[in-house]
């Protein structure tokens, strides 16, 4: 199906544990970003892609490092996953356009949600 | 860096009521968008609007862009129990193609059958 696509959904880890989150778009978007959600705060922008080999550092990136080999697929890996870190996390893509239309806005994955023990 | 207000943070509601909430800001913003997260998903797009004082409909939802440019309104009419959810305003200060957004932290809306 096209879309955007997040797995897992649910994960459990423990503290100190490497973790991937795998995002993945059909609709070639150049530009992918994650975010988390946090009662109280909101979305916080973790990291962001403007294309395949260029990523940027958000609002919140420590404890986070992204790749981007592919258009299509941005993981997210949490190196030594702590507490703090417990959090739902959504992938968005969008095409940057010029012309202020709604299709060239951020489109949100289903979210995974991430819990460390 | 910026900020969004918005409010409410929760509201409850009986079904058929109308719904108001707002998303203010010191800053001045180029474009506002909203956004409606049903539980266990990700946010949707509901609206976007790009040019201040424009009033933009999407079925029983209006959206405005105030005239300051720092602030925006959404409008629910006749509210039914699909409507719950967390309903956010998102911001962008640079223009269409810049990429970063700033959200609010989100109003819960439940509605009472």
């Known amino acids: 199906d096209a879309g955007i696509t997040q797995s897992p959904r649910y994960k459990i880890t423990e503290t100190g544990r490497q973790v991937t989150l795998m995002c993945h778009q059909t609709w070639s978007h150049s530009y992918m970003f994650w975010y988390r959600q946090d009662l109280g705060h909101g979305l916080r922008l973790i990291y962001y892609s403007a294309a395949a080999d260029i990523t940027d550092k958000g609002e919140v990136p420590d404890g986070y490092v992204v790749s981007r080999s592919k258009t299509e697929n941005f993981p997210l890996t949490l190196e030594s996953a702590t507490r703090s870190q417990t959090s739902v996390y959504f992938c968005?893509?969008?095409?940057?356009?010029?012309?202020?239309?709604?299709?060239?806005?951020?489109?949100f994955g289903p979210g995974t949600r991430l819990t460390v023990t | 860096g910026q900020q969004l207000n918005q409010s409410p943070q929760s509201m409850f509601i009986q079904e058929g009521e109308d719904v108001s909430m707002n998303c203010t800001s010191s800053?001045?913003?180029?474009?506002w968008l909203w956004y409606k997260q049903d539980p266990g998903e990700g946010p949707v797009l509901l609206i976007a609007?790009?040019?201040?004082?424009e009033l933009t409909s999407n079925g029983r939802l209006t959206a405005q862009f105030g005239i300051t440019r720092k602030d925006s309104f959404l409008n629910i009419s006749a509210s039914i129990p699909s409507d719950v959810g967390i309903y956010f305003c998102?911001?962008?200060?640079?223009?269409?193609?810049?990429?970063?957004?700033?959200f609010g932290k989100g109003t819960k809306l439940s509605v009472i059958p």
């Open positions: 609007l790009y040019k201040a004082g």
């Open positions: 968005a893509s969008r095409n940057p356009g010029l012309a202020g239309l709604s299709s060239y806005e951020q489109y």
């Open positions: 998102a911001g962008r200060i640079g223009g269409a193609g810049s990429y970063q957004l700033t």
């Open positions: 800053s001045i913003f180029n474009t």
